[in-house]
């Protein structure tokens, strides 16, 4: 795999399997920054929220049930970024509000086990103790600021930087992009097929690849959106090539019935 960084558009190329280069623009620090201040902004609220529920205010207590608050309080915190991120296509609340998203380095949505670096490498930046070391408004601040320095860290490691990621990205072969570029990362494989008689044209789509099919659906959604057709011809070109087929379709035609053959045969599999 080989990728192209463009510093002065802030735009990384990823190179394809059928040497087409999918660009995605690379998230804006300040971005960033403010998905993750929603984030903790919204840890905080919860936090306040349920010591409130559980123990009627937030006076020191000693009474208070330390197995409760970790289940309770505390596990839902610290699964917050990994749980939103896998549900969520790649987003949690902040970054969703901000318009960006983690994809994998491949292009495509990351994988269970990329999600899972990104999350354990995250233990430096969130409050994970405050279900159980919180006894007043003071150890609440003081554990904040502790944590605000220590993200200090991650701000060096995007800013130095070229594809503005942080240690859990590099670890797990990701990267933080807008969601709202030339290629949309919401486009996805899937295309619905209704017909009760749907007739599979080429049952030899299922040789391909997921990759291979995501770079499909990711050409043929780009140049239905722009109106420039001649990667399509690329990319039909070399499809055919692969999977021996003959056809009089126009390459654009050829690829959605792909893609809808695709999604008729790999439901029913």
Not at 146 to 168: F, Y
Request: glycine residues 6%; proline residues 2%.
């Amino acid at each position: 795999m080989q990728f192209v960084f463009c510093s002065c558009m802030s735009v990384i190329k990823i190179d394809t399997a059928f040497n087409i280069d999918l660009e995605f623009e690379i998230a804006e620090f300040h971005k960033r920054l403010l998905a993750y201040l929603i984030d903790y902004t919204l840890l905080i609220i919860y936090l306040f929220s349920m010591t409130y529920l559980l123990y009627g205010g937030f006076e020191l207590n000693y009474d208070r049930n330390m197995g409760l608050d970790i289940l309770v309080i505390s596990l839902p915190m610290l699964l917050y970024s990994l749980l939103c991120e896998l549900w969520m296509n790649g987003q949690t609340i902040g970054k969703k509000i901000m318009g960006i998203r983690v994809i994998s380095l491949e292009g495509g949505e990351p994988t269970l086990g990329q999600f899972i670096l990104r999350w354990i490498t995250k233990f430096f930046e969130w409050p994970f103790l405050f279900g159980f070391i919180y006894f007043s408004v003071g150890s609440i601040i003081a554990y904040t600021i502790v944590t605000g320095m220590l993200g200090v860290a991650v701000v060096i490691t995007i800013a130095v930087n070229v594809k503005n990621q942080r240690l859990g990205d590099m670890i797990a072969g990701t990267v933080v992009v807008n969601t709202k570029t030339k290629l949309s990362v919401d486009d996805t494989v899937f295309m619905q097929v209704n017909a009760t008689d749907y007739k599979v044209t080429f049952p030899d789509v299922m040789r391909l690849s997921a990759r291979d099919i995501n770079t499909i659906k990711g050409v043929f959604t780009q140049a239905t959106k722009t109106g420039n057709y001649e990667m399509c011809n690329r990319v039909a070109y070399k499809v055919k090539d692969v999977l021996k087929i003959t056809t009089d379709m126009y390459p654009e035609q050829f690829l959605e019935k792909l893609l809808e053959d695709y999604n008729y045969l790999a439901t029913r599999e």
